[in-house]
């Protein structure tokens, strides 16, 4: 089994009060999904760099692993079941240890309402699907100062 | 030689071989430039590469994990939405009557419009006929009653098994690229197969 079937690829140790023990080299990053197309197009595309791949695949577990996990930065979705991206990040920035991690949704509903609804709620940038590998490391790179 | 010593022949000659040193440096410089600029297009080529096999690999992968029919059709409409980047997708597979297509799956489409489909007339109908993707020229998408943006004929051998219709694609894609119309030759390839193979299956 190849290792983009593992839902997560979190390292050893590097558990809820890991954010000082993680290397400055990699970074955790948290995938919001519901499409496993999307995740898996997001893992082969982060696969091989310097991050630590956790996932979700709706709104709630999305606030239950970010909590916990305290990533360094969150891929999120749009529409999702449960809770949808908006909700996710209203919730994330309500939290004083989310609050300030970047937030970037990953979603096909580009149009400038929506934008701003994600901007006025916390967002901290957007990437439209289908998007390319190199589009994707590119924003991980700019927002966590690679 | 102190400089604050030199006689202006000497001088003049430190200039010339400073100058000198100058051209030879920067003819370096120069190629150094042009071999960074080759690389970073070579790099450039190579990404777009990877970033097309790696797309084609999720849609093979995800059109041939299962032979359940509900995850193989979910499967090919999600290549649709999320891979490629369409907001109206339709599924046509082709049953007793030759000359007709049923609709099987959609996604941002009026059903009852397109529920069957003939093979005689129209993009749709072409791509099963012919056995050859259909494109529509931005023109032809735009005007009233356009083209379908693409329709991929799926094929098992040399039998066309049903047609894939992407109507339109998402407002922020402007058209389609080469990594499209790769991910269109693994759905013509791979995707009547996966249905034909879901379907033996039940």
Partial sequence: ?146 | MRLEDATRPELLTVLRSLLQERDELQHKLDLLVDEHDRVARELAGVEREHAIVSQMHVATRLLHRTLDRRQVISAILEVCINLVGSEQVALFERDDDPQRLNLIASFGVDEAAYAAVSVEHGAIGDAARGGVIQLATPDEADAAGGKPAVCIPLRVGDAIVGVIVMFRLLPHKAGFEQVDFALFDVLSEHAGVALVASAGAR
């Fill in chain 1, 1 to 146: 089994m190849s290792d983009w079937d593992d839902e997560d690829e979190v390292t050893r140790g590097a558990g809820t009060a890991a954010a000082g023990k993680r290397t400055a080299a990699r970074k955790k990053v948290l995938l919001v999904d519901d499409s496993e197309t999307v995740l898996m197009v997001e893992r082969m595309a982060l696969g091989r760099g310097p991050y630590d791949l956790i996932t979700a695949r709706d709104g709630v577990e999305a606030v239950q692993r970010a909590l916990a996990e305290r990533p360094d930065l969150i891929l999120l979705d749009v529409m999702m079941p449960r809770m949808n991206g908006f909700e996710v990040c209203r919730e994330l920035r309500q939290h004083e240890s989310t609050r300030q991690v970047p937030i970037i949704f990953v979603t096909t509903r580009s149009e400038g309402e929506n934008v701003e609804a994600g901007y006025s709620l916390g967002a901290t940038d957007y990437v439209n699907k289908p998007f390319t590998a190199a589009e994707l490391l590119a924003k991980l790179r700019s927002h966590l100062g690679q």
